[in-house]
């Protein structure tokens, strides 16, 4: 016998275990991470997980190993090394259009994670409602469930995952606290227009609300395309807290250093939360970014997005090749595609199916949003090495030879059942014939 959960029911007069919080019964691992898990058993080819294998920038290992040669593993000053924060601040001005005192605004955190969830401890309380784009990142609506805020959805329209300003509109309530801006996006590779990005912030002066950015994916954009940052809008500096990294653009994703750029009465609240969580990103890995940020010049960032925009149109050629239709991304490095030609009931079905098909990991659709919208939709990722990505490639150019030979094998399955259903009834029919005539 096993109760809902699966576990084994006590014994009468065993002794009862002390539970797990409220929290912890209905919080579970992503998609994301249970597809990899999923894809290490079978030793398969991994483009669900963000996990960047290209090759990272010498300066920035050196960076690194040179601050530990040199003893510098101890705690940091609660918002990051000096040299860090100063880089951001130039980065900041240079890039993103914002002006940032690297004493007061800026905070250096474990990851652009470790900066939005110390944002959201600063700024949220329980009830208050944050709007969401949809598809969304599955860590930013787990976030805000983990401290009882409420996710508000607008959904994008494919292919070109559009929005209006009537639809922001339609969702504000009294309860709105925040919106969620990531852009370039995960898992849609939309990036936000200037006319989109003027949207939320005449939304957000209007309502006021704080922005929440995610701009993790910022230097990789495509086609023309150009990153705003919604913080360098006029009237914007005071409620937005613009949050990124290096995590991807220096292939360290497991370094954990991202950073805030807010205003000082927020900043100063972040840190303290991120004190008491995190303490404080790793201290040679703060200097190893710092050395990146200071060294590295626009060619390092232009070449990398030529790199990626020939890893995108790559994948994107091979998964129409397979019949999975891509929404080809405007930024990241992630492509949803059409699964509907891929068997199962599910998003998660089509996904396990893919892997067993062709030993490539996908992320399913449903873990980008609320609803089943995702059904029929994978997520690729392309940040990979080209050997590792050309393989996957391969396998989905394979693909569609199996796929219509399964659909082939299921329909003549089918027509042989139906033809027998057929004769069974033809001799029903027959044998009843033949008794009602004796009978009669």
């Known amino acids: 016998m096993r109760n809902k959960k699966g576990s084994q029911a006590p014994k009468p007069g065993a002794k009862k275990m002390t539970s797990l919080s409220q929290l912890a019964g209905y919080t579970e691992q992503s998609e994301i991470r249970v597809m990899s898990v999923e894809c290490d058993k079978i030793r398969g080819i991994n483009l669900a997980q963000g996990?960047?294998?290209?090759?990272?920038?010498?300066?920035?290992?050196?960076?690194?190993?040179?601050?530990i040669d040199r003893g510098?593993?101890?705690?940091?000053?609660?918002?990051?090394?000096?040299?860090?924060?100063?880089?951001?601040?130039?980065?900041?001005?240079?890039?993103?259009?914002?002006?940032?005192?690297?004493?007061?605004?800026?905070?250096?955190?474990s990851g652009s994670t470790g900066a939005f969830y110390s944002a959201c401890l600063a700024l949220?309380?329980?009830?208050?409602?944050?709007?969401?784009?949809?598809?969304?990142?599955?860590?930013?609506?787990?976030t805000l469930e983990t401290l009882q805020a409420v996710p508000v959805y607008v959904r994008?329209?494919?292919?070109?995952?559009?929005?209006?300003?009537?639809d922001l509109e339609r969702v504000i309530t009294p309860r709105t606290k925040a919106i969620v801006v990531n852009t370039p996006a995960n898992p849609s590779g939309k990036v936000f227009?200037?006319?989109?990005?003027?949207?939320?912030?005449?939304?957000?002066?209007?309502h006021n609300l704080f922005i929440f950015t995610d701009e993790i994916y910022e230097y990789f954009v495509y086609d023309g395309h150009k990153h705003i940052s919604p913080g360098s809008l006029s009237g914007m500096a005071e409620r937005t807290i613009t949050i990124s990294g290096l995590s991807k653009t220096f292939s360290v994703t497991g370094w954990r250093v991202g950073y805030?750029?807010?205003?000082?009465?927020?900043?100063?609240?972040?840190?303290?939360?991120?004190?008491?969580?995190?303490?404080?990103?790793?201290?040679?890995?703060?200097?190893?970014?710092a050395v990146g940020l200071q060294e590295l010049t626009t060619n390092f960032y232009r070449e990398l997005q030529q790199e990626y925009l020939k890893k995108r149109d790559l994948i994107c050629a091979a998964l129409e090749d397979a019949g999975l239709i891509p929404s080809v991304p405007q930024g990241a490095y992630y492509v949803l595609a059409d699964a509907s030609s891929i068997p199962g009931q599910s998003s998660k079905e089509k996904a396990m199916r893919l892997l067993e098909m062709a030993g490539v990991a996908a992320v399913p659709g449903d873990a980008f949003f609320h609803d089943n919208a995702g059904t029929n939709l994978l997520r690729f990722?392309?940040?990979?090495?080209?050997?590792?990505?050309?393989?996957?490639?391969?396998?989905?150019?394979?693909?569609?030879?199996?796929?219509?030979?399964?659909?082939?094998?299921?329909?003549?399955?089918?027509?042989?059942?139906?033809?027998?259903?057929?004769?069974?009834?033809?001799?029903?029919?027959?044998?009843?014939?033949?008794?009602?005539s004796m009978t009669r």
Not at 193 to 206: F, K, L
């Open 72 to 109: 510098m593993n101890s705690y940091t000053r609660m918002d990051g090394i000096a040299e860090l924060r100063q880089a951001i601040s130039r980065k900041m001005r240079q890039y993103n259009q914002i002006i940032a005192d690297p004493e007061r605004e800026v905070v250096v955190t």
């Open 51 to 67: 996990v960047c294998d290209t090759e990272v920038p010498v300066e920035v290992r050196e960076g690194a190993k040179t601050a």
């Open 156 to 166: 994008l329209r494919p292919t070109e995952w559009e929005f209006t300003a009537e």
């Open 260 to 289: 805030a750029v807010c205003s000082p009465r927020v900043a100063a609240a972040i840190g303290y939360f991120h004190d008491l969580v995190y303490v404080c990103a790793p201290a040679p890995l703060q200097h190893g970014v």
């Open 381 to 436: 990722c392309f940040a990979k090495t080209d050997r590792e990505l050309e393989e996957a490639c391969e396998r989905f150019r394979g693909l569609l030879s199996r796929l219509r030979s399964n659909s082939t094998a299921a329909k003549s399955t089918a027509a042989k059942s139906t033809a027998a259903k057929s004769t069974a009834r033809e001799r029903m029919t027959s044998t009843r014939g033949k008794s009602t």
């Open 193 to 206: 227009s200037q006319t989109e990005v003027e949207w939320i912030a005449d939304c957000a002066i209007r």
């Open 124 to 142: 949220l309380d329980p009830g208050d409602e944050v709007i969401i784009f949809e598809p969304y990142y599955g860590y930013h609506v787990s």
